[in-house]
């Protein structure tokens, strides 16, 4: 998780508009303007990706330029990654150095969620419709074709205004403090979950799965995280992707330091199981964008077997997620940074807000309380977006 923000993020993460990319993690934030480079790598391609973004960060770098590519790689895995390096970039670094706050736009009448008028709140798709998806999966499970699967919810905010992504940014930011916080191509979001990441000669992450509701009364709350840590069902969820993120990262690692037992990490609305993993990369271990790229998309949002998973989120979900369930992040000219995984996040476009929310359905999972999982995930977001 994310550590304290230094000072001058708030004042950063206040001048994001439409054109900013933005990612805040472990006390390091990054806000690039405009574009000085730009282009579309094929997901199965991502060594070459790197070869070209490596290209030209050394590039600036040797003009004492200090710059970083963002990434962003959508869920769908036929949809090319998206990496650009921006023209400026403005940064605080853990220890409270760097650039101040760039010159950036006020925030225009209604764009703080004031005054906008009317709202609308539309289901992309009804309780019972999802709840029946989640029986279907459950069938599937049953029959052999895969071990889990995450089925996505996603509910769309209409509103008399334009959405800007500062304010609904900074709520997150003060909402979700230790998520990765990020804004890039629309989407806005506060991810708890590192997929990757790497400094020098070190590869991390941090994998979630198994998720339980928290509650504002603190021995209800304490109750909750006790039940959390001894659900057969939700460790048997989090074993599944926590075999597979270490089995994919010790093909790039010498060795792999991970605690012999899922910890809790909690935002303010729910409580996840955890196993935070790190180890020193092999001579000639590919980039980080290309064990990004192999790490996604993860158990924790797509499902086991991952080919049979993903073909049955796409034969059931009616709509493309797009960047949603994929994965934002950087990379500098060393071939350090960071990568979250594109979840508790809100696609904006004009007076259009879409939040998505996802849950791993395993065999013995209920709709019912599936259901009102992601009831407890979605209203955070809401909170984010909807403002009275």
Not at 19 to 45: I, K, T
Not at 235 to 252: G, M, P
Request: aromatic residues 4%.
């Amino acid at each position: 998780m994310s550590g304290p923000a230094p000072a001058g993020a708030e004042l950063l993460a206040a001048t994001v508009d439409a054109g900013s990319a933005y990612f805040e993690s472990e006390g390091r934030v990054l806000l690039g303007r405009g574009v000085h480079r730009a282009w579309e790598v094929p997901q199965a391609d991502l060594r070459a990706g790197w070869d070209e973004a490596g290209a030209v960060l050394r590039e600036l770098a040797h003009r004492g330029r200090r710059a970083v590519a963002f990434v962003a790689l959508p869920f769908e895995r036929d949809q090319p990654a998206r990496v650009h390096v921006p023209a400026s970039l403005s940064w605080q670094d853990p220890d409270g150095s760097g650039t101040g706050p760039p010159p950036g736009p006020a925030p225009g009448p209604g764009a703080d969620g004031l005054d906008v008028g009317r709202w609308e709140i539309r289901l992309a798709q009804s309780p019972r419709s999802w709840c029946d998806a989640v029986r279907a999966v459950g069938a599937r499970i049953a029959a052999g074709e895969a071990d889990k699967v995450v089925l996505a919810r996603q509910i769309a905010v209409h509103r008399e205004a334009p959405f800007a992504p500062a304010p609904v940014l900074c709520r997150l930011r003060a909402r979700f403090p230790a998520g990765h916080l990020f804004s890039l191509h629309g989407l806005v979001g506060a991810s708890p979950e590192l997929l990757v990441g790497r400094a020098g000669p070190e590869l991390f992450a941090t994998p979630l799965a198994g998720t339980i509701a928290r509650s504002s009364d603190p021995v209800s709350d304490e109750l909750a995280r006790a039940r959390l840590l001894r659900s057969a069902k939700l460790r048997a969820e989090h074993r599944l992707l926590r075999e597979e993120v270490l089995a994919t990262l010790a093909r790039h690692c010498a060795e792999l330091s991970v605690p012999p037992e899922p910890v809790v990490v909690s935002t303010p609305t729910v409580h996840h199981l955890a196993s935070p993993v790190r180890g020193p990369l092999r001579p000639g271990a590919p980039s980080l964008l290309a064990i990004a790229a192999d790490l996604h998309p993860t158990p924790a949002v797509c499902g086991l077997p991952r080919k049979a998973a993903y073909e049955i989120v796409r034969e059931l979900e009616e709509r493309g997620r797009g960047l949603y369930g994929g994965a934002v992040g950087w990379v500098d000219a060393s071939g350090d940074g960071r990568f979250a995984v594109a979840i508790r996040c809100v696609e904006l476009a004009g007076d259009r807000a879409v939040v998505h929310v996802g849950n791993g359905i395993v065999a013995g999972s209920d709709p019912g309380d599936e259901l009102a999982e992601t009831r407890a995930k979605i209203q955070g977001l809401l909170e984010a977006v909807v403002v009275p």
